[in-house]
């Protein structure tokens, strides 16, 4: 029986991000153990994202876009536009701090923003790797074109594909995006499944399923998926987690001294600077 989670909506001044991941239902799928849905959104001239640097360790950032820009730094100097269909990959490691931000040329008119950002537990063996940042454009990624079906595979391995992004375990991420009428069978081929429905009025072997929420697939099932109204999806998932892991704020670890010691890092500024970034988001008090 599937299952079907509402996620939490956080309003950040007019601009929504829904979390259904980590919840009660699912603290992770796969190696995802943080999914956000920003937007859709449209901000007017002058206003845009503004996050301002922050650390993170034990994990990677996975960032996809349906619509709009955001400009990434990070300690490595890393400086990169990220488009729709692009695929930005940040490995935290031991240890990097990044910001993200609409770019200035964005902000001189009304501009969207729509997209996906995930994080993905790195395996016990990998927590500790070093940092790098990654960004893959969109015509490098594995698509697939049929009967009214566009199939992206964003990361890992989906319907005979596997996308150039580098994975540090078995992963599933596929971009859905299905016109009016259109139906897809969803891949089978990995043990743990979820699907977000971002946008449009969806069906699951016939059954309604409702926008913006989550759906936790039976293993070894293959649902179809039907778009009763143009639809954007993201099915996700992959091998479990090797152990359980600790979330605290931007930091997450198989090692609860090791989430200590990445805070008291952060208070004494061991994280680095980031070229061309002044502010930073403070530890918080919790």
Do not use: C
């Not at 100097?77 to 729709?84: A, F, K, R, T």
């Not at 009304?110 to 454009?137: D, I, K, M, N, Y």
């Not at 375990?169 to 990995?190: K, M, P």
């Amino acid at each position: 029986m599937t299952l079907i989670i509402a996620p939490r909506i956080h309003d950040l001044g007019g601009f929504q991000v829904r979390r259904s991941v980590p919840s009660l239902q699912a603290r992770s799928v796969g190696p995802f153990v943080f999914v956000d849905h920003m937007g859709p959104a449209v901000f007017e001239a002058g206003r845009g994202v503004d996050v301002r640097p922050h650390p993170h360790i034990g994990l990677a950032t996975v960032t996809f876009l349906w619509s709009g820009s955001m400009t990434h730094r990070d300690t490595l100097g890393s400086v990169q536009d990220i488009e729709p269909g692009d695929v930005n990959w940040m490995t935290a490691g031991r240890g990097i701090a990044h910001s993200e931000r609409t770019p200035q040329a964005l902000r001189q008119h009304e501009h969207p923003l729509h997209g996906l950002q995930t994080w993905v537990a790195l395996p016990r063996s990998h927590e500790e790797t070093t940092p790098a940042f990654f960004h893959h454009p969109a015509s490098s990624l594995p698509q697939q074109r049929r009967d009214g079906a566009w199939l992206r595979v964003v990361a890992g391995r989906g319907y005979g594909e596997e996308s150039p992004v580098q994975v540090f375990a078995d992963t599933l991420y596929v971009a859905i995006d299905l016109d009016a009428g259109a139906e897809v069978a969803l891949d089978d081929s990995h043990q743990q499944r979820a699907l977000y429905v971002l946008e449009g009025e969806a069906q699951l072997d016939g059954a309604d399923i409702p926008a913006m929420h989550l759906v936790l697939l039976d293993p070894a099932t293959r649902p179809r998926l039907r778009a009763k109204t143009p639809l954007k999806a993201m099915l996700l998932g992959g091998e479990p987690l090797d152990a359980p892991r600790h979330m605290w704020w931007n930091f997450v670890s198989s090692s609860k001294e090791r989430i200590e010691q990445a805070k008291q890092d952060w208070l004494d500024g061991r994280f680095g600077a980031i070229p061309g970034e002044t502010e930073f988001i403070p530890l918080p008090d919790r």
